[in-house]
């Protein structure tokens, strides 16, 4: 049963982010997946595997970047991650009743990760306002 609660949540993410083709990861995108994989598996290994497993290298890096474009387009951080970890758990919540606060978990520290590591690789004019708005979630 819990491989199926996983199976869905892992869908649910890869629903969220795009499908179209992403260019080969530059040398500067793979020190941040490096950075991000590392983060995950030293915290949680749902929500490693989750990066790993059900996401490209490519998605993970269009997930910072998007990131870092939203916060440039005015909304506040604060704003970015609570839009972008609602959607994921809606859409691994309509999968069914076996959503789990584990999942939860795991998609807030995704979100929490991404954004902070990416903001420091792609957008450090906003690193600050980032961790402030991390800490206060």
Request: aromatic fraction near 10%; proline fraction near 4%.
């Amino acid at each position: 049963m819990k491989g199926f609660k996983f199976s869905a949540l892992l869908s649910a993410i890869a629903i969220a982010l795009p499908t179209a083709a992403i260019a080969q990861t530059a040398p500067a995108d793979q020190q941040y997946l490096d950075d991000l994989y590392g983060f995950l598996q030293s915290q949680d290994p749902m929500t490693y595997a989750m990066a790993t497993q059900a996401m490209s290298a490519e998605q993970n890096v269009w997930a910072a970047q998007m990131f870092c474009q939203t916060i440039s387009a005015g909304v506040s951080p604060r704003d970015a991650y609570s839009a972008n970890t609602t959607t994921a758990i809606s859409q691994a919540s309509s999968y069914g009743e076996n959503f789990t606060e584990e999942m939860a978990y795991a998609v807030g520290l995704y979100g929490g990760a991404v954004m902070n590591l990416g903001s420091s690789h792609y957008c450090p004019q906003y690193q600050s306002q980032v961790e402030q708005a991390l800490r206060s979630l």
